[in-house]
């Protein structure tokens, strides 16, 4: 993110400091959001002080965050004051500012004296990780004045004001009603984990900003121990620097009326934590993998979760078995033929068929996706076969990587044992394939 990008409007208004809130609009009672929902996460639209911009929604963070623009936009910002922010990650506190009195609108939710922190960090940004431009994250003041539902298997959530009585009726009788705890602008809950056979009440963090199912901090609890049978993993990057831990299942926990068998069960290590503040007695965090399962309805103010299971509450806990990260490494323009002489529709050959139909073809241009190798996991089945860090991913089983999304290739990484994996690489200049099984090693 470029500073010129963002404008920095430093002179104080003239009005008192209010309260900040999301306020529905046109006294309706209920707001329809659509999201997208890639890689367990959730991106929905946010227009920041007129700008059309994309933030992930977190139930796990409190403040709202601005981290990346493209060239193309620019965002006004008031009222800022520069700050240290600390937060998952082995390093130090990173530089990032505070800005105030900001109007967010997200369709008929507006509110107009918002606090956004901003982070200059260029590595903070996970777009790659998903594949579509992200440029901030969203929190706490989304949730704290109405009821949010989170309907994972329609892809929308529904926001409804306090007083909606006939939608909290609704909730009553067909979802399972359980206590939250709302502790520094962020949902808690206490799940009953067993692990070799031992059970613990766990205090837990709802947090939908999570992609995998269970998090575990081994360091403060005695009961859950880190499973002998477990891998070493990158496990993404925080405010702070890159998080890496341990993978490993433990015999069950539960959410809702659903106990859930050996589930997967991330262990960060203790470098990757040392700068969160912890709640009391909270020992891990429950993520997307398992909120997905359901339709979760929120409701700060009571203190309240609402849950109902969905189609997918059955599925296995997989994880990525090949042991790459891919990451969207751009766009690059790629040249089609199309064979227009058909009546019944357009045809698209690749440049190996094109001169056979050269009379007939019409050649264009599109910019399509560039894909390479973020990591791999040490003795993974994927370095064993001599995939490398940077690689340009350019088939993989056969199939242009051009025509695929983030999504696509992680849930064919951890799609099932046993599958082959075929994946052709360019790198520095050359091409090579690599051909391995997905291994189910924990």
Do not use: C
């Not at 707001?31 to 929604?57: D, M, R």
């Not at 477990?230 to 009326?257: A, C, E, P, Q, W």
């Not at 290590?269 to 997307?288: E, L, P, T, Y």
């Amino acid at each position: 993110m470029h500073l010129k990008q963002l404008i920095f409007f430093l002179l104080f208004s003239v009005y008192s400091f209010g309260q900040s809130e999301f306020l529905i609009s046109n006294h309706k009672k209920k707001v329809v959001i659509p999201f997208k929902f890639i890689n367990n996460l959730i991106f929905i639209p946010v227009n920041v002080n007129g700008e059309e911009l994309t933030f992930l929604l977190d139930t796990g963070v409190e403040q709202t965050i601005l981290f990346s623009l493209d060239e193309k936009e620019e965002v006004k910002l008031f009222e800022v004051e520069k700050l240290k922010l600390k937060g998952l990650g082995s390093m130090e506190p990173i530089d990032s500012y505070k800005s105030s009195k900001n109007k967010l609108q997200i369709k008929a939710l507006i509110d107009t004296n918002h606090e956004i922190y901003i982070i200059l960090d260029q590595e903070f940004n996970f777009s790659s990780q998903v594949g579509i431009p992200v440029n901030g994250i969203l929190g706490y003041n989304f949730f704290k004045d109405h009821i949010v539902e989170i309907d994972y298997e329609r892809k929308k959530l529904f926001v409804y004001s306090q007083n909606h009585k006939k939608i909290q009726a609704k909730f009553y009788k067909n979802f399972e009603k359980s206590a939250i705890t709302v502790e520094d602008g962020k949902p808690y809950y206490v799940s009953n984990l067993v692990a070799e056979g031992k059970q613990v009440p766990a205090k837990l963090l709802i947090d939908s900003g999570n992609s995998d199912a269970l998090w575990v901090f081994a360091s403060r609890t005695d009961v859950i121990k880190i499973p002998s049978k477990n891998i070493l993993d990158y496990l993404g990057r925080g405010f702070s620097g890159s998080v890496y831990g341990k993978r490993g299942r433990i015999n069950s926990f539960d959410f809702g009326t659903k106990t859930f068998e050996e589930p997967l069960v991330t262990f960060p290590d203790s470098a990757s934590i040392r700068s969160v503040n912890f709640v009391k007695n909270r020992i891990g965090s429950i993520g997307s993998e398992v909120l997905s399962r359901f339709s979760v309805v929120f409701d700060y103010k009571n203190q309240i979760m609402y849950t109902k299971p969905n189609a997918k509450i059955n599925d296995p806990f997989h994880f990525n078995m090949s042991g790459i990260e891919v990451e969207h490494a751009g766009l690059e323009w790629v040249k089609q033929s199309i064979d227009d002489r058909s009546a019944s529709g357009i045809k698209v050959y690749t440049d190996a068929n094109a001169e056979k139909f050269q009379n007939n073809l019409k050649v264009h241009f599109e910019l399509k996706p560039v894909f390479s190798v973020a990591s791999v996991r040490v003795n993974s089945e994927a370095e064993k076969a001599g995939i490398k860090v940077g690689d340009r991913i350019t088939k993989i089983n056969h199939r242009i990587a051009h025509g695929l999304t983030i999504q696509a290739i992680n849930e064919l990484l951890k799609s099932e044992e046993g599958r082959t994996i075929e994946i052709e690489v360019e790198r520095n200049g050359k091409k090579y394939k690599f051909k391995f099984q997905l291994r189910k090693i924990i």
